[in-house]
């Protein structure tokens, strides 16, 4: 079984007054294999982001189901929405979405702090993924205090602190110069092949280029999808070049 399945997803918004709609997504179905790398690419409006906010459950479909791991995000509650997501998702944002106010390892911590998990459980987590990401020797400081790579790398391990099932990445190299795109990037590709799911929406070529699989999504549908296979990320960065200008052009061959 799939780690998640979208199945036949539509969603439509209203304009104010219930005047006319916009129909944001048209019957996307897709899966995600557990330990896949799968990014979703398309112009501006295609409905990327709509679907990945209702992959994270922070948005939710007109018509159609989302299942992650043998649980149906459509049956979750309102009220348990939060707690399904902090349990099971790990989100990276293109804006960090860090507290300045908050240190980066309080930011970190912030996740477990509401599922309640103790200090030490909480530090033994953090003292790994520290490691792993470069960060042990910033966690004291404050997000104005450092990079925009690091603080992508803390939001990274605020994602991964969880034990997520999945981590859901919207354009993480968007607000990174190419140094820290570059390595952040490296950085998705590490924890991947360690095993960890990445569904990753992007502009960047060069970004989805790193993954092992990318759909493109046109007029709120899934265009066509390409499987890296045994290319290397310079070959996957031409096909994804090629595909994107014949989405360009209408998609006429």
Partial sequence: MSLLEARNIRKVYKTRFGGASVEALKNVSFTVEKGEYVAIMGESGSGKTTLLNIIAALDKATEGTVI???????????????????????YVFQDFNLLDTFSLEDNIYLPLVLAGKKHAEMKQRLDGIAGTLGIAELLKKYPYEVSGGQKQR???????????????????????????????????KKVNQMGQTVLMVTHSTKAASNASRVLFIKDGTIFHQIYKGQATDQQMY???????TLLARGGDQ
């Fill in 238 to 244: 031409q096909s994804i070049s090629d595909t994107l």
């Fill in 154 to 188: 803390a939001a990274v391990a605020r994602a991964l602190i969880t034990n997520p099932r999945m981590i859901l990445a919207d354009e993480p190299t968007g607000a990174l110069d190419s140094k820290s795109s570059d390595e952040l990037l490296a950085l998705f």
């Fill in 68 to 90: 992650l791991d043998g649980m149906d995000l459509t049956k979750v509650k309102d009220k348990d929405v939060a707690k399904f997501r902090r349990d099971n998702l790990g």
